[in-house]
């Protein structure tokens, strides 16, 4: 398996990009306003907030390249 595709190609696109944004933006601002109140569930909250905003930010899914899915558009 190619690293550099493994970790740098842009697999994430359309519907799917927008999705995990919302995802992370809205996990975020429950977080910021105190809206989850049980510790571990406040954790959960966060990783899943994060990984949506890392991938929608990079484009790159890791899991989509193993899994072979592709939602960017290709060029």
Known sequence: MDLKK???EENVGGFDLILRTLLGVLGITALALNLVK??????????????????SITRHCTPYVILGINTAKTK
């Open 6 to 8: 493994l970790f740098l």
């Open 38 to 55: 049980s510790s571990p569930l406040k954790w959960i909250v966060a990783l899943i907030a994060f990984t949506g905003l890392f991938t």
